[in-house]
């Protein structure tokens, strides 16, 4: 692939695969994602975006292959890559018996920071996604929503340059929905990064400024909208339509036909 030697790569994927036994889940994956921009990576179920995701995280280690982070590799150097990566699971698992607030202070601590500096931080983090009033209550009473929110504010809490977002819409209201896509655009035009997997193409198509298909562990198109629609042959598709055809959206049409065949006729 062609880069501008004028700009930074912030993510690259070099030859990643990831086996369980026999069944390999991401097959061979090269991709090279730019500072300063919001790299969205995106695939049908059991594609092996999850997988990558979390390799990207560092939670998972590759079969083969490496992984480098502003040059560092997540493997062999893993402090040093790692403290530059922000993640945002599909899943907020998070220690129930601390307060919001502790539990900034507790994730500002592993990476080093502490002090006014990184209070003050948690605190706008808190204000922004309206957690103020629920700094000093146990996250066990948190809903879903407000863990959610909790967790995207540890994720850039220690100034990472590279934020991993594995669903990052699930479970947020709409007005945090928006609040953070507006701290993901702010945060790339800023110079950050953003490696974004979901399900929900219409944010895809508003917020990424290029986007990867994966399917069977391995990237079947990339590109901006417009070279996604040029390889699709089609200049005015929307990203579901592109998605489904180059999925095989030859299947959507059985499921249209499936339900519109009357009851009983297959007897």
Not at 102 to 120: I, Q
Not at 158 to 168: A, M, N, T
Request: aromatic share 6%; charged share 25%.
């Amino acid at each position: 692939m062609q880069t501008d030697p004028g700009v930074e790569t912030m993510l690259r994927l070099e030859g990643v695969r990831k086996r369980y036994g026999s069944f390999t889940a991401v097959d061979g994956l090269d991709l090279e994602v730019r500072a300063g921009e919001i790299f969205g990576f995106l695939g049908p179920n059991g594609a092996g975006k999850t997988t990558t995701i979390r390799m990207v995280a560092g939670v998972l280690q590759p079969t083969e292959g490496r992984i480098l982070v502003a040059g560092d590799d997540l493997h062999r150097e893993p402090e040093r890559a790692k403290q530059k990566v922000g993640y945002i699971p599909d899943r907020p698992y998070l220690y129930e018996k601390l307060s919001g607030g502790e539990f900034l202070r507790f994730v500002g601590g592993l990476w080093g920071r502490d002090g006014s500096d990184v209070e003050a931080r948690a605190d706008r983090l808190l204000d922004l996604f309206s957690l103020t009033p629920w700094k000093h209550e146990l996250v066990e009473s948190y809903s879903h929503g407000m863990r959610q929110k909790l967790l995207i504010s540890s994720a850039f809490l220690h100034q990472p340059s590279l934020i991993v977002v594995d669903e990052p819409m699930v479970g947020l209201d709409p007005r945090s929905a928006r609040i953070l896509k507006d701290l993901l655009r702010a945060f790339a035009d800023e110079g950050g990064t953003v490696f974004l997997s979901t399900h929900t193409l219409e944010v895809a198509e508003a917020l990424c400024d290029r986007i990867a298909i994966l399917q069977g562990g391995n990237v079947i198109a990339q590109g901006t909208m417009d070279e996604l629609r040029a390889e699709a042959s089609d200049g005015g598709a929307h990203l579901e339509d592109i998605f489904l055809k180059v999925t095989g959206g030859d299947a959507l049409a059985d499921v249209v036909a499936a339900l519109a065949d009357p009851v009983g006729s297959a007897a």
